[in-house]
């Protein structure tokens, strides 16, 4: 079974604050999805990356593909209140269809 | 925008009851899936489907099904719901065929499900 480990699982930082999510695999992922999900919603996608080594941007949120496309990072500069939130990383497998596995979630407080 | 639709937000039932959770797509995409979401365990995949009357298993199917009589409609069923099946429900669909991992995921904003 394919697993992707998320950490930390909690974050609480001052609004200001530069943090780091990571998400591990001993697998290879033919993509690597993060997504945000609010309190009474469902996850929104937030970008997608597909070749190793992608770097993909998003304002203030940096998004990495490990070369060898087992591993990701999401990297928040200066955070914001709005932030706040549940972040999600979801692998696609090889040969799997457009299965996804999720890793278990960082839930991230800013504080003002 | 595709807008994914779950029919209920909360839903109490009792031990043994046949519940069925329903989700419906505007979209018209092929691709359907349920999840259902615990604290520390991110998502894990119950059911999805590729068409319509298709179904496949996920990662953890014990106790549930799953219909699909139109592209638009994926139900999922709880044939004795127990204790353990107390949970928050996602629904999604996905464009793109075969293997169009790649596709974002579309979410309804789940229900959260309660068995006594």
Known sequence: TQLLEQSPQFLSIQEGENLTVYCNSSSVFSSLQWYRQEPGEGPVLLVTVVTGGEVKKLKRLTFQFGDARKDSSLHITAAQPGDTGLYLCAGGPYNQGGKLIFGQGTELSVKP | ?116
């Open chain 2, 1 to 116: 925008d595709v807008k994914v639709t779950q029919s209920s937000r909360y839903l109490v039932k009792r031990t043994g009851e046949k519940v069925f959770l329903e989700c419906v797509q505007d979209m018209d995409h092929e691709n359907m899936f349920w999840y259902r979401q615990d604290p520390g365990l991110g998502l894990r995949l119950i059911y999805f489907s590729y068409d319509v009357k298709m179904k496949e298993k996920g990662d953890i199917p014990e106790g549930y099904s799953v219909s699909r009589e139109k592209k638009e409609r994926f139900s999922l069923i709880l044939e004795s719901a127990s204790t353990n099946q107390t949970s928050m429900y996602l629904c999604a669909s996905r464009g793109g065929t075969g293997t169009g991992g790649n596709q974002p995921q579309h979410f309804g904003d789940g229900t959260r499900l309660s068995i006594l």
